[in-house]
């Protein structure tokens, strides 16, 4: 039995201040329960309102991708430096430390290989597996345009179906149908469909003319796809025009893992995205930690 509470201290009940009730800070998410923003809120920063993800799924479809040939060398140095991991579940379980208690962002979609129709993917991951692996996020494929689109639209809205559940959020991928052209209007396409039929944020790719008109008709957050490897420069710029544009952060993969010094190229994408540094702030900043590094390296090795 509790004890009578016979305390003769004044208590303060604040009856002149209103309890709080903020809103979440996500674009669209205002209305999903606890858990949903509490996983949200891992990936997304709540002082920036940004993420960088590390994407390294590229082995589900195309097998050992260069830069991804050892995880564990190329890529578990890299985690301290991301906001959360886009990843399969094999290589959650086979590499990566749960001590780095970074959000993981499940790539829960899957089916062909590079060798085959892509777009025939089904949904490859059981709810209850994402549970156990105790997942912020489940990521999907959503083909607009190939051959088997409907099945992946079907494969998100199940997908969507499972999150709801279970509070965990869905990211839809938009993948570029081969008869569809990398635009706007596409862009637009895509990514609308993805969040009218539930996803709760969306990955797609940068473009030149109208990404802002893509992340203004999207009503949820609206991450840039890394893309291929280009220079680093012009990665950081890819970043800082889409982050500028309505864009909440990047997934990127390529541009991280295969640059020449991985370490100082994530750092310098944190600045652009998080601390809105311009391309060239950010590239000096990716210069002098790759200098240090290597007279590092060079120390060590004369010992």
Not at 111 to 137: M, T, Y
Not at 155 to 182: E, H, S
Not at 184 to 202: D, M, N, Q, S, T
Request: charged share 20%; net charge neutral; glycine share 8%.
């Amino acid at each position: 039995m509790a004890e009578a509470d016979n305390s003769r201290e004044t208590k303060e009940f604040y009856l002149d201040v209103p309890w709080k009730a903020e809103p979440f800070f996500l674009k669209g998410s205002n209305a999903l329960g606890w858990g949903m923003q509490d996983r949200l809120a891992r990936i997304f920063s709540p002082r920036s309102g940004r993420t960088v993800m590390l994407a390294i799924d590229h082995g589900y479809f195309q097998g050992p991708t260069s830069g991804l040939e050892r995880v564990d060398v190329n890529i578990v140095p890299l985690i301290p430096f991301a906001d959360a991991l886009m990843l399969t579940r094999g290589i959650l379980r086979a590499v990566i430390p749960p001590t780095s208690v970074k959000p993981i962002v499940l790539r829960a979609s899957g089916g062909p290989s590079i060798l085959k129709e892509l777009s025939n993917e089904q949904i490859a991951v059981e709810a209850e597996d994402a549970v156990r692996l105790n997942v912020s996020a489940m990521a999907v494929q959503v083909y607009i345009g190939s051959e088997f689109e409907t099945q992946s639209v079907h494969n998100l809205t199940r997908l969507v179906d499972v999150g709801n559940r279970f509070g965990i959020p869905v990211l839809g991928v938009t993948a570029v149908g081969r008869n569809m052209t990398r635009d706007a209007k596409y862009l637009r396409l895509a990514c609308r469909i993805c969040a009218e039929l539930g996803a709760h944020f969306v990955k797609t790719y940068f473009v030149e003319e109208g990404f802002d008109s893509v992340t203004a008709s999207c009503p949820v957050p609206v991450v840039m796809a890394g893309g291929k490897k280009v220079a680093e420069l012009d990665a950081l710029k890819l970043a800082y025009a889409a982050t500028q544009q309505g864009a909440l952060g990047v997934d990127m993969g390529r541009n991280i893992f295969q640059s020449d010094a991985p370490q100082a190229m994530i750092q310098a994408v944190r600045q652009v995205v998080h601390e809105k540094a311009t391309p060239e702030q950010a590239f000096d900043l990716y210069r002098t930690l790759k200098q240090e590094r290597l007279t590092a390296v060079a120390s060590a090795q004369k010992v």
